[in-house]
């Protein structure tokens, strides 16, 4: 089978059995049957528990075997002890994919858990099947109301695909959830990195790839599929195990090999990757580019209330390749003739001068971003304000998005900061229109990593 | 008249002149009369207007020297040309201590500016009056319910301190705001950091300084005090314009010359001061230190509901000095006593397998807290759980706190990213018993910054 075909039962599965199904019920049961119906996923149940004759309402079976159906996908979530018979029954049964929930194999330390690792390798070996993980999540699928992770999720409908390899990315933060589509590949012993990717490559569903990467089997096949994927799709890394001492733990939770951080980042950047530093900035990355055009050159306008907080944005971007360049003549006068006689406007722009002595100052806010948008020798623009009171922030969230519908194809970005702002970023995120960060720094590293990716895209 | 003296009366005033107060009315007047009335400001406000005679219902003067009582702080809202004789007047009228709000002196680039700036000079050194600015916020202080910003502004008694050259630091975030207590040196023509410092060291609603820095007229003495004063309480400095582009847009925002900046991290390092990288690490680690005891030796135990969350902890820990080393002999038998047959725990504390099995498993999770915090080997712990639902947040905001109560010596922190985190990270930094960051990653670092702290302090 294909590996398109194969991702797709895991990721768009008809019908699923669950193996170990929980008799349990309630908020904290981890009742993966509960889930999946207060999901409303569509597909077929198959909950297989040989102490239940029915689970939250769903037939149960005895054992996989006892199903009469066909079945695209079991999750396994039996002891490990049981995982290597289970698996075998599961291919008995012509089940082709496989997710292995219970962790202790490779990841612990014991000489049990070694040979049962050993023992899931000779069933996929023997039989065929394909399994993902052990010790994973499983996989996620908002568009069809789907995840096989045993802890509750919500589902959002992101243009995101996700492969990782732990369920912290099943998870999300009121801003942006992840999901989209997850794989998490735990300790992947067959399913790997090329695999999800090759699926996500031609994925309608999916805009943007997030990788976090401990440790893979065939790092040459996955960097040859990458830098081919790469020009279709933005991807984004977050590779960890950087230090000595990560390294040595991260053998010990999915049993990889961590190589030499340095050769990661070379090898990341030459497939054209987008390799991040921390769980913060994956985030902030995958959303920036869930939203935002690619730019056409590297000049961009940052336009402030705060000259101290263009300074901070521009930090970050120093070695980014991003200028903040002199305006050109004509922006600069027609800056100029809104602002008082003895400002010579720079950039970046501080805007407070400018409209500080007008009676409408958000009619002259909106002039001047209007003059930097339409400005074709910049490559975009970034806004900063506080939200001093809720008030700023809805008037804001108006503000934000009427400005890029009158923009939509120049790359922009906001920082608003401020003791009110968390209300007025989660609302912008939902209106899906632009993108803003609570600040200046985050902003700024978000448009040097658009910068980064258009080049590649564009050739620049 | 000494340093702390003057310092006062810009922070503590117990009178101040609002000269050019605006007799607009409302939400976004900007009106400081109005502002200091909300807040509860128990001073005497002497609104300065010609063309009024009451503002906010307080009576107004025609000019500064009309005022009868004497006055600690002038407050000078008036456009920049009419600065220099209102400040002859302040002098007159023997106002020690002045914040001009006006921007457009040295920050301009016309000669007009120039001037007028080098007239302030001149009033200075004539009449010996005091200015807080040019280009400034001034003042604020939430113990006394004041702040000169035209910006109202959120007033938290935070035991922090911050000397700024940006009104951003007035506003803060919905987990911290910065103020306590702020004094903006905006263009810093005549008060400086080291002033701002001599104020705080012995101050005792000032628990932790924090610093933004573009640059000042005499390093020397600021580095001076500096030093005696990190030995009493942490200073945390965001030093900003670290790139050409950014030291050349410094210049137009305050007029500061920046210096080299690896001259000022060994300078800032030498002097004790805590330098952090961004706005959101300042932040962090500034509310850290209203919080964190500090630690007594460099060993940290990570307890973690998923060991891909503790890796990317240990990548941010290394080279901070901090070790996740082996847990004692007796610690790991006691946490092995909990856990299922093959698991050999080791550092990071993956929590998730022992607790698994248990009918109560946050009872066995607070065992586990309660041997890692109990351990006096360990210096401090890291606890990270996803908050994936509400009903999860709320009940891991009174396990934290609880924790923390049988523990109150140690240090410690957590990290609680997920969906619903936000209300649980405010709520917990409401309580103001421990910290929590939304990511592993900022959670680590406050740690880091932690060590480089209690190493300074404990000489270890």
Redesign the interface.
């Known amino acids: 089978m294909q590996t398109i075909e194969i991702m797709k039962k895991f990721v768009e599965p008809q019908s699923v059995a669950i193996i170990g199904a929980t008799r349990q019920s309630g908020?904290f049961s981890l009742n993966l049957v509960e889930h999946l119906l207060s999901y409303g996923y569509k597909g077929k149940i198959y909950p297989v528990n040989p102490n239940a004759s029915e689970i939250a309402g769903v037939k149960a079976y005895p054992s996989v075997k006892d199903i009469e159906e066909p079945v695209d996908l079991a999750v396994i979530m039996t002891p490990?002890n049981t995982v290597p018979d289970i698996l075998r029954q599961c291919a008995e049964k012509e089940i082709v994919c496989a997710s292995i929930i219970a962790?202790?194999f490779n990841?612990?330390?014991?000489e049990?858990?070694r040979r049962l690792y050993n023992d899931i390798l000779d069933v996929i070996k023997a039989t065929g099947i394909r399994v993902l993980g052990p010790n994973t999540f499983g996989s996620a699928n908002a568009f069809i109301n789907f995840s096989s992770s045993f802890?509750?999720?919500?589902l959002d409908k992101n243009p995101v695909g996700i492969i990782?390899?732990?369920?912290?990315f099943f998870?999300?933060?009121?801003e942006f959830?992840f999901t989209g589509k997850c794989i998490d590949l735990g300790n992947n012993c067959d399913i790997d990195f090329a695999d999800g990717l090759e699926y996500y490559e031609n994925d309608p569903e999916v805009k943007v790839i997030g990788l976090?990467i401990?440790g893979m089997k065939d790092p040459a096949r996955f960097l040859q599929v990458a830098r081919r994927v790469a020009m279709k799709k933005p991807i984004v890394a977050?590779k960890?195990?950087?230090?000595?001492?990560?390294a040595r733990?991260?053998q010990?939770?999915?049993g990889s090999l961590a190589g030499k951080d340095a050769l990661w980042d070379i090898a990341l950047r030459n497939a054209g990757i987008i390799r991040v530093n921390?769980?913060?900035e994956f985030l902030d990355t995958i959303r920036m580019f869930t939203i935002a055009p690619l730019m056409k050159n590297k000049r961009v306008a940052i336009s402030t209330f705060?000259?101290?907080?263009?300074?901070?944005a521009?930090?970050?971007?120093?070695?980014s390749g991003i200028?903040?360049s002199k305006l050109s003549k004509a922006t600069g006068e027609k800056l100029e003739s809104l602002a008082?006689g003895?400002?010579?406007v720079?950039n970046?722009v501080?805007y407070?001068?400018i409209m500080m002595g007008h009676p409408n100052q958000m009619l002259v806010m909106r002039d001047i971003m209007d003059i930097l948008l339409s400005d074709e020798e910049l490559g975009g623009a970034i806004y900063m304000q506080?939200i001093?009171?809720p008030?700023v922030g809805e008037g804001m969230r108006m503000f934000l998005n009427n400005l890029v519908d009158r923009h939509p194809e120049k790359p922009f970005m906001s920082a608003l900061?401020?003791?009110?702002?968390?209300e007025t970023i989660i609302g912008l995120q939902q209106d899906g229109k632009t993108l803003a960060f609570?600040?200046?720094?985050?902003a700024a590293r978000a448009f040097a990593r658009l910068w980064q990716y258009s080049k590649l895209r564009g050739g620049l």
């Open positions: 908020e490990r962790q202790g990841d612990a330390r014991d049990e858990g802890a509750r999720i919500a990782c390899q732990t369920g912290l998870h999300g933060f009121p959830r976090h401990e977050l960890t195990g950087r230090s000595e001492q990560g733990a991260l010990s939770h999915t921390e769980q913060e705060s000259g101290g907080a263009g300074i901070m521009m930090d970050v971007l120093q070695n200028e903040i008082p003895w400002l010579n720079s970046p501080d407070w001068p506080v001093f009171q008030k900061p401020g003791t009110y702002n968390s609570p600040t200046p720094e985050r």
